[in-house]
T-cell receptor, first 114, second 115 residues
Framework: NAGVTQTPKFRVLKTGQSMTLLCAQDMNHEYMYWYRQDPGMGLRLIHYSVGEGTTAKGEVPDGYNVSRLKKQNFLLGLESAAPSQTSVYFC?????????????FGPGTRLTVL | AQSVSQHNHHVILSEAASLELGCNYSYGGTVNLFWYVQYPGQHLQLLLKYFSGDPLVKGIKGFEAEFIKSKFSFNLRKPSVQWSDTAEYFCAVNALTGGGNKLTFGTGTQLKVEL
């Protein structure tokens, strides 16, 4: 049982390049989330999904897109990377509300945009 | 919208000292409350959580937190810290208003425990 995994672990991009971050969970969770973590700002929700085929905007969605084609996977895309998107990205997943909504986190992806 | 405040951004303690980290939230309805810990270079792990019932919640590694509804607070405590408790601690709240299962995090408290 791997829990929540993320690929890649590190990435360096040039301004304007695109990339996709992959999150996978093997706990059969309905809900999945993408956060970014910046110093002094805690974690901020980018996008989330309440089930396969659904996505919704979080607190800081601009510049990002997501897809949830399979229940176990949640992809985060950057179409045209900007230096302001330099951050550590965490994926998380949880059961639905009835399970008390504890979120389980992946190990993170450290992204640098030059 | 809900918000979470952690007033202590950096805390330095000596081993065996007692710890209390403050957390206040702003939301008048029913909430679920969490404390997560992030050890250096690692992902977030759940320390403890409050859903209902006894407002004094015990978590892993000797941590506990008390939910005081009248003060909108959920402070984290540990009677005697260890060097291995050096980490960043995040308080989080989920307001049960519908529309998903979203957590709002505080900005975190960096704890350094010195030998």
């Amino acid at each position: 049982n791997a829990g929540v995994t993320q690929t890649p672990k590190f990435r360096v991009l040039k301004t304007g390049q695109s990339m996709t971050l992959l999150c996978a969970q093997d706990m059969n969770h309905e809900y999945m989330y993408w956060y970014r973590q910046d110093p002094g700002m805690g974690l901020r929700l980018i996008h989330y999904s309440v089930g396969e085929g659904t996505t919704a905007k979080g607190e800081v969605p601009d510049g990002y897109n997501v897809s949830r084609l399979k229940k176990q996977n949640f992809l985060l895309g950057l179409e045209s990377a900007a230096p302001s998107q330099t951050s550590v990205y965490f994926c998380a997943s949880s059961y639905d509300r009835g399970q008390g909504n504890e979120q389980f986190f992946g190990p993170g992806t450290r992204l640098t945009v030059l | 919208a809900q918000s979470v405040s952690q007033h202590n951004h950096h805390v330095i303690l000596s081993e065996a000292a007692s710890l209390e980290l403050g957390c206040n939230y702003s939301y008048g309805g029913t909430v679920n409350l969490f404390w997560y810990v992030q050890y250096p270079g690692q992902h977030l792990q759940l320390l403890l959580k409050y859903f209902s019932g006894d407002p004094l919640v015990k978590g892993i590694k000797g941590f506990e937190a008390e939910f005081i509804k009248s003060k909108f607070s959920f402070n984290l405590r540990k009677p005697s810290v260890q060097w291995s408790d050096t980490a960043e601690y995040f308080c989080a709240v989920n307001a049960l208003t519908g529309g998903g299962n979203k957590l709002t995090f505080g900005t975190g408290t960096q704890l350094k425990v010195e030998l």
